[in-house]
């Protein structure tokens, strides 16, 4: 996808109606995670989902909750296996980063995850901490959005 068909993308905030959609996306959840699926539709209900939306229908969602010291986590961030590599990632996180409304925005993910680690560099975000003891040899990386 070039940069022109991005340009179709729209970023917007998800439905309580689009919870299934959504989990057609989510690679664990279509997977038959039950718990991601019921997170997927309280996060809906709640009104915490933004979308990416193209031509062919949703690529992609990101959750934002305020529940992390009362500043703005990213608890989730999600492009669907065939829209990846096309700059969806980049585009959600950029909307996140927007819309926050605390002081601060933070987001983690595991040691291992290169692809998310070279994404949130990319999108000016800092390494802030390491945290060991929740996936056992795949210590948590913090991140902190420099805005
Ligand atoms: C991590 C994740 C969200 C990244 O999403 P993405 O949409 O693929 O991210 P982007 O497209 O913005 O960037 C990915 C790559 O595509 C490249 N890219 C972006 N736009 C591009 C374009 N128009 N043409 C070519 N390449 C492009 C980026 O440079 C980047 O390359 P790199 O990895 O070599 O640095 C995605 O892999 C994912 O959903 N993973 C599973 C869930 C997950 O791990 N979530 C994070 C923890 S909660």
Redesign the pocket.
């Given at each position: 996808?070039?940069?022109t068909h991005?340009g179709d993308v729209v970023v917007r905030r998800a439905r309580e109606s689009e919870s299934d959609a959504l989990v057609g996306i989510d690679?664990?959840a279509v997977e038959g995670d039950a718990h991601r699926r019921a997170s997927i539709g309280k996060w809906c209900r709640d009104g915490l989902v933004l979308v990416?939306e193209g031509e062919s229908g949703l690529?992609?969602y990101?959750v934002v909750e305020y529940t992390f010291f009362e500043q703005g986590f990213?608890?989730?961030?999600?492009?669907?296996?065939a829209?990846?590599?096309?700059?969806?990632?980049?585009?959600?996180?950029d909307a996140v980063a927007a819309s926050c409304t605390s002081p601060k925005l933070f987001?983690?993910?595991?040691v291992s995850?290169?692809?998310?680690q070279?994404?949130l560099r990319?999108?000016g975000w800092s390494p802030v901490g390491l945290l060991h003891g929740l996936d056992e040899g795949d210590p948590e990386v913090f991140y902190l959005c420099d805005r």
């Open positions: 996808m070039d940069a991005l690679a664990v990416a690529l992609g990101c990213v608890t989730m961030l999600m492009v669907a296996s829209a990846r590599g096309r700059g969806v990632g980049r585009r959600l996180l987001t983690s993910t595991n995850n290169q692809p998310m070279r994404l990319r999108a």
